[in-house]
């Protein structure tokens, strides 16, 4: 920096940062390739043969910049050269028009007539589209694909998906373009889920991100903050009014000045009571994404102040949007652990995107080191989702990182050092392309499993396995811990063996049976890769049910980051859901999902406060001991443990079943840490556990009616 020069302020910074991605070369919104392109058209004076080529380049272009008509036009043209000169890329231009003319369905039924059934499968009467010639054209042109070339199940699935959106049955396609209808499930009459976004006033329409559900400024409801893949557009910061609807503070609270962010996560670094957020930037963006990550201090949730460079975390900046607080030495103080994307093994002869993970030790100041390579956690592999967790019970926490490419267990030995036992505990798998990660206790027997997305599938592998044909897609891993150091992949078992191509992922449980249940956020930067979200009902430990049908969650726009949260204060959790592609052309509105399940379970609310080990209590286990009329269960709770690429609240939202009686609350604070034991707890209360007190506090917890 020049010497009496001005420090730009973040929102300068950032859209500094904005401009010259899309001024320049980055695939996903730079300008510079189309603008060549152009060039190149205009100067040719060949033939169709050399034109068609750089017209189907340029008509993708202005597709994914969000030019829809133009792209059409343009490509209409080329179609009409095509078709003329029977040129050999007759088919795919095709399959590039159709698929510009199901983006323009998108955008005039789901986008510009936007309401809760929209792009939600089985289709409900809001779902269908009112203006149809553009889906109309779609399967047209798709349906001219599969006269050619039957063997597409890409277009196969495609035709049946616009004419479900055309408020038509599959069953009446020709037997060799039809996927049965009962593959896309029937209509509830009453979904599960009912998304009531709009009229909450969180339905603000963007890019890919991530999503933070907290109470930010502790009266007592929970607010949700936002980001965006897209680098010129704001993190967003809704503030619950108390009434089932959010006032956006994005202004006020500094919020907008923090431009792009495929992800964030919060954590109280601080040790201040309330929840501070991290950033994380440039995903999938190679070295176009080495910019700085922020770090941003919640003043009570007021303000969030970008405090990055003074805690040491602005350089070097590597692009990465995965990440994870917990205290990994035991000092009380929250760390960061950041999963970068290394190219390292992927372009090892050309050395490329040297970009480590990173271990930030917190000094407990709110000064951060890194420390990753003395501890040996710098994967040096493309990561795309962390997960902590204490998974061999020895009292502090270890790393799962996600990659593409083989994954790692890092387990922490307590004295500042990890070990990679992926290969020997079993879950190097899925190998390849991995996303998303979580701890959690599937099965309730005490011991930390281990989620992990599988993200390599596609809508022609959906169509496949649809038609009981042979597919390629792969599946997540479900590595249930054996207790011995080993886990084993019951992921088949379970009945999770299907191709679901998951991006963001959380869990929860939906139905308050105290069994915790999957949310998936499928798809991937494909326009065409239209597929529905997937709910997971998690049957007793026994299995999942996919009941996405019954559930109303069967969105068809991208999913990203996901909160499972009780809004408003009924018991049972919600959902927030931040939609939205990848490319600038694929925006879409926040879900907000009310639980509408039966009233007929019991729930409590746990806040833990860490006084010896971090306020967070990230790392503590709790066990819930019921009665019930059935007979006694436990329950299985680890503090901190999120999805990867999901943002719920820091607080324990438990449903408790049939449960006549709270028996017996246990604690086990991390690192070594005291075991507390509480008796006869309230049922259907939201209690506060402070480390170290006799007792506990029981709050109010508030209500409302979306």
Not at 239 to 262: C, I, N, P, V, Y
Request: net charge negative; charged share 25%.
């Amino acid at each position: 920096m020049v010497p009496g020069a001005s420090v730009p302020t973040p929102a300068e910074e950032f859209r500094r940062i904005g401009d010259e991605l899309f001024a320049g070369a980055c695939p996903q919104y730079g300008r510079a390739p189309r603008l060549e392109l152009e060039a190149k058209l205009s100067a040719l004076a060949g033939t169709d043969e050399q034109r068609v080529p750089l017209q189907l380049e340029l008509a993708n272009e202005f597709l994914e910049a969000g030019e829809v008509r133009r792209s059409i036009e343009l490509l209409e043209d080329t179609l009409a050269r095509s078709t003329a000169s029977g040129d050999a890329h007759l088919q795919r231009t095709e399959r590039e028009l159709a698929r510009a003319w199901l983006r323009e369905a998108e955008n005039q039924n789901c986008i510009e007539r936007h309401n809760a059934d929209c792009c939600i499968l089985p289709a409900r009467a809001g779902a269908l589209h009112t203006v149809r010639h553009p889906a109309q054209q779609a399967r047209s042109l798709y349906r001219a694909v599969l006269a050619t070339s039957p063997e597409n199940l890409g277009a196969r699935w495609l035709v049946n998906l616009t004419t479900l959106l055309l408020g038509e049955s599959p069953d009446d396609l020709p037997e060799d373009q039809r996927i049965p209808a009962r593959v896309f499930g029937e209509v509830a009459d009453e979904p599960l889920f009912r998304d009531v976004a709009v009229q909450a006033g969180v339905d603000a329409s963007s890019l890919a991100g991530g999503v933070a559900v907290e109470d930010f400024d502790g009266d007592g409801w929970l607010d949700v903050l936002t980001s965006t893949s897209d680098p010129r557009g704001s993190l967003r910061y809704f503030h619950s009014r108390g009434d089932g609807t959010f006032e956006d503070r994005s202004e006020s609270s500094g919020a907008s000045e923090q431009l792009g962010g495929l992800n964030l996560i919060a954590g109280d670094y601080d040790e201040d009571g309330d929840q501070d957020i991290v950033v994380l930037r440039g995903g999938w963006l190679l070295d176009y994404g080495r910019i700085r990550r922020s770090l941003l201090r919640n003043e009570g949730g007021e303000r969030f102040r970008d405090v990055t460079r003074a805690a040491g975390l602005a350089e070097p900046a590597f692009p990465s949007q995965a990440a994870t607080f917990g205290d990994f030495d035991g000092d009380g103080s929250l760390d960061l652990y950041v999963g970068n994307e290394s190219r390292v093994e992927i372009e090892e002869s050309r050395g490329l995107g040297d970009n480590p993970s990173q271990l930030f030790r917190n000094d407990g100041s709110g000064v951060f080191t890194d420390v990753a390579s003395q501890a040996g956690v710098r994967n040096d592999r493309y990561a795309k989702g962390v997960a902590a967790g204490d998974y061999d019970e020895d009292g502090d926490l270890d790393l799962y990182v996600s990659n593409i490419g083989f994954n790692r267990l890092y387990r922490n030995d307590g004295n500042g050092r990890f070990a990679d036992v992926a290969a020997e505990a079993g879950v190097l798998e899925p190998s390849g392309r991995s996303f998303a990660c979580w701890f959690f206790d599937y099965d309730e027997d005490g011991r930390l499993d281990l989620w992990v997305n599988a993200y390599s599938a596609s809508i022609a592998d959906l169509a496949a396995e649809a038609l009981s044909l042979p597919h390629k897609g792969a599946s997540s891993c479900l590595h249930r811990n054996l207790g011995d150091g080993r886990f084993e992949d019951v992921a088949a078992r379970v009945g999770l063996d299907h191709p679901w191509l998951a991006m963001g992922a959380n869990f929860g449980d939906a139905d308050g049976d105290g069994w915790q249940d999957v949310y998936l956020g499928t798809g991937d930067p494909l326009l065409q890769s239209l597929m529905p979200n997937v709910y997971l009902h998690n049957l007793g430990g026994e299995r999942f049910a996919d009941e996405t049908a019954a559930s109303g969650l069967g969105h068809l726009q991208k999913g990203h980051g996901i909160g499972f949260a009780d809004f408003d204060g009924d018991g049972d959790q919600d959902i927030f859901h931040k939609m939205g592609g990848f490319v600038p052309v694929d925006v879409y509105a926040n879900g907000l999902f009310e639980n509408r399940s039966p009233r007929d379970h019991h729930w409590l609310v746990l806040s833990l406060v860490g006084t010896r080990t971090n306020r967070d209590a990230v790392g503590a286990r709790v066990e819930v001991h019921l009665q019930a009329e059935s007979g006694t269960r436990v329950l299985h709770r680890a503090m901190g443990s999120v999805s990867s690429f999901g943002g719920s609240p820091h607080r324990l939202e438990i449903g408790l079943g049939q449960a006549q009686r709270v028996m017996r609350i246990e604690v086990r604070w991390p690192n070594g840490g005291e075991t507390q034991v509480f008796e006869d707890a309230p049922l259907d209360a939201w209690l506060r556990i402070v480390e170290g007190a006799q007792e506990f506090e029981r709050l109010e917890l508030k209500t409302y009616r979306f």
